[in-house]
């Protein structure tokens, strides 16, 4: 008689859920892209955040779901908006991330990348503490499961107010939708804010209605409609105010603080060699000066004046020399602001290249994190390829022309 087989143990599912395999479908075919035009969802994201909830049922805390594009506390639309409103209701503000590997592996996004997240939300994590803020983390899959599962943690927190910064990639958008239908039936207001970009986009078009595909007249419209509403485009958000220390108390709210941000995700583990973030912020990059190792004069590197802003206009496209600005990372993942960029182009004074150091800034985000995943040591003997490999393996980072050629 045969053995009746094993009923399977949690230790076994959770390894044969592991070996499964995900493989999302791409969007980029013509076909989707045009199904996507059709009904596009940021113009349905706007035209829904119309018919939320007005007067939800008094809560008990008021959430911001910080995303992988807002990694601050600093000058952040959403969450200094969700702290006023915490203010005004005497009520409890917590800060939700949610960790989601089949987006990262849907959108390609690398170790480094993940890594980089990782580490500076171990920072805001202290920062928000010292405020008595908890930040709660937690990883979901699969990822259409995500609506359901912020809304269930919503109603575990007592919470029926939802603030977060909008993300305006297709998949982010289609998310927030869901979010938007499951919380009118909850009860549950969701408030989003445009904080990606200095004007929000959709405001800036063609005479024929349409995106503009070419920079210097975008730029030329972008600095007029500024200069429209300055004092309101460069508005610097408030910091969020701090709880009642009596939140640790809170048999709901008490635990989060004890929540810890992973050293790492299951699939996206950095080797050894994984380098940690260097800690300088947006001052310390435009202003410091390229390393001695590059081919700069004695009187260039010295001088208190040549920084890395004074030196991109003539020196940027130079793969030979460290005169970008990395900053690309900070930027992408929302740990400056690009407020910031601004005020502090204004504090250097005449000399800087503003619009197209932000423009590089903007244009270079793939090429610092998730470009750092390009194998090898420079031996396939093509030499612009083996000299973009081993650029990398010192500097950490390529220009944009010299990362589209190592990638292919």
């Known amino acids: 008689m045969s053995k009746r087989p094993r009923s399977p143990t949690p230790a076994s599912v959770s390894k044969r859920a592991r070996a499964t395999t995900f493989s999302p479908r791409r969007i980029a075919t013509p076909a989707a892209a045009a199904a996507v035009q059709v009904n596009p969802p940021f113009l349905r994201l706007l035209t829904e955040m119309r018919d939320v909830?007005?007067?939800?049922?008094?809560?008990?805390?008021?959430?911001?779901w910080m995303r992988m594009g807002d990694l601050r506390i600093v000058d952040n639309r959403a969450l200094a908006a969700a702290s006023q409103q915490a203010t005004k209701e005497k009520i409890p503000l917590i800060v939700l991330f949610l960790f989601s590997p089949q987006d990262y592996i849907a959108h390609d996004r690398s170790k480094r990348r993940v890594d980089f997240v990782l580490r500076n939300l171990s920072k805001i994590k202290e920062s928000l503490a010292e405020l008595d803020i908890p930040l709660h983390t937690v990883s979901q899959t699969p990822r259409h499961t995500i609506p359901p599962k912020i809304i269930s943690l919503l109603e575990s927190f007592q919470c029926t107010d939802l603030f977060a910064n909008i993300e305006y990639e297709i998949d982010e958008l289609r998310r927030d939708l869901k979010v938007l239908t499951l919380s009118k039936e909850k009860g549950i207001r969701p408030h989003y804010f445009h904080d990606k970009c200095i004007i929000e986009p959709g405001l800036i078009n063609t005479k024929d209605g349409k995106t503009h595909t070419v920079y210097s007249p975008y730029q030329k419209i972008w600095i007029g409609k500024l200069n429209e509403k300055i004092d309101i485009y460069l508005e610097e958000s408030p910091m969020p105010q701090a709880n009642p220390s009596t939140v640790r108390q809170d048999p709901i709210l008490g635990p989060l603080f004890e929540t810890p941000v992973p050293h790492a995700l299951e699939g996206f583990e950095l080797g050894p060699c994984g380098q940690g973030n260097d800690g300088q912020g947006l001052a310390g990059r435009i202003s410091r000066r390229s390393r001695d190792t590059f081919a700069f004069s004695k009187h260039e590197r010295e001088s208190v004046t040549i920084g890395r802003i004074f030196v991109y206009a003539d020196k940027r496209d130079r793969g030979d020399q460290d005169t970008t600005s990395r900053l690309s990372p900070y930027l992408s993942a929302g740990v400056i602001s690009p407020r910031e960029c601004d005020h502090r182009y204004w504090s250097l004074g005449p000399g800087a290249r503003m619009a197209g150091f932000l423009y590089e800034c903007l244009s270079e985000l793939s090429s610092s994190i998730?470009?750092?995943?390009?194998?090898?040591?420079?031996?396939?003997?093509?030499?612009i390829v083996d000299a973009a490999m081993r650029q990398m393996n010192v500097m950490g980072n390529l220009r944009d022309e010299v990362h589209i050629l190592a990638r292919v």
């Open 370 to 383: 998730d470009g750092a995943t390009i194998p090898g040591e420079g031996k396939t003997g093509v030499p």
């Open 53 to 64: 909830i007005r007067d939800p049922q008094p809560g008990k805390s008021i959430v911001y």
